[in-house]
């Protein structure tokens, strides 16, 4: 016998309401944001985030609301196609660290040469943080990110720079992203394609994500409360209105 608070509650069987819903966009989107900034954004002041690795809050959160965006998709979506986007959603972070990373290196920051003036201590891992003096005689704190081939356990190192070292780097005229070296092509009319396929898991995942959040905003019924109801499969009840009550 159902519960009548059920009903008092949730008269339409709809599950979550619309505010909440859009409420709980607002929420995974804010903590892949902040994800995505802190670990593009090197904070050059604390070894650990200065691999440009996302903030382990965010990141977390971002994991927590993605499964609750997918709870709430509709009822329509099989559990296997919520399972595939589950997969190319929750590395948003690190891809879209990565794309964000490889376009605005490519399409905004400068390609300029630099000199190696002071390098601080050895990073627990990352990449080092390093102070370059550039041609016009300022200088500015980034990180140097040239790596070995192959490390102790078969994975790259990065290596340590020397002072007096001139490299080349790629510098931010806007100064929103610190200087870091820059690769071969990076910056070049060959880096293009490069950055594009850097890119394209981020635009991949993008993809997805939206679809997911149309999803939760437009659905009728959604796929955790059809799942929670006994006899009832998500795919095979869909969206189905519910049955007229008597008339009074």
């Given at each position: 016998?159902a ?69 709430q ?23 879209g660290?990565v ?15 630099a ?14 943080v390093?102070?370059y ?6 200088t ?11 490390g ?19 510098r ?6 610190p ?67 008597p008339s009074?």
């Amino acid at each position: 016998m159902a519960d009548p608070a059920d009903a008092y509650l949730d008269p339409e069987g709809k599950g979550m309401r619309l505010s909440r819903r859009l409420v709980l966009v607002a929420l995974a989107l804010l903590a892949l944001t902040i994800s995505v900034w802190t670990a593009t954004r090197p904070n050059l002041n604390s070894i650990f985030l200065s691999a440009r690795f996302p903030n382990p809050v965010a990141a977390i959160s971002w994991v927590i609301l993605l499964v609750l965006l997918l709870f709430q998709v509709s009822a329509k979506i099989r559990p296997f196609t919520i399972g595939i986007a589950f997969i190319l959603a929750f590395p948003m972070p690190l891809y879209g660290a990565v794309g964000a990373t490889a376009l605005y290196g490519q399409f905004v920051m400068d390609r300029v040469p630099a000199e190696v003036s002071a390098v601080g201590a050895a990073p627990g891992r990352g990449p080092y943080v390093v102070t370059y003096r550039f041609v016009d005689g300022s200088t500015e704190r980034g990180t140097w990110e040239y790596v070995s081939p192959y490390g102790s356990r078969g994975d790259a190192n990065y290596t340590a720079p020397s002072v007096g070292t001139e490299v080349t780097v790629m510098r931010d005229p806007r100064g929103v992203l610190p200087p870091r070296t820059a690769s071969r092509t990076e910056g070049t009319p060959e880096g293009t394609t490069s950055a594009l396929l850097y890119a394209t898991p981020a635009l991949l995942g993008t993809v997805v994500l939206s679809a997911v959040i149309a999803s939760v905003l437009t659905r009728r019924r959604s796929f955790i409360t059809d799942s929670s109801r006994p006899g009832v499969s998500p795919a095979a009840a869909g969206d189905a209105p519910s049955a007229p009550g008597p008339s009074s």
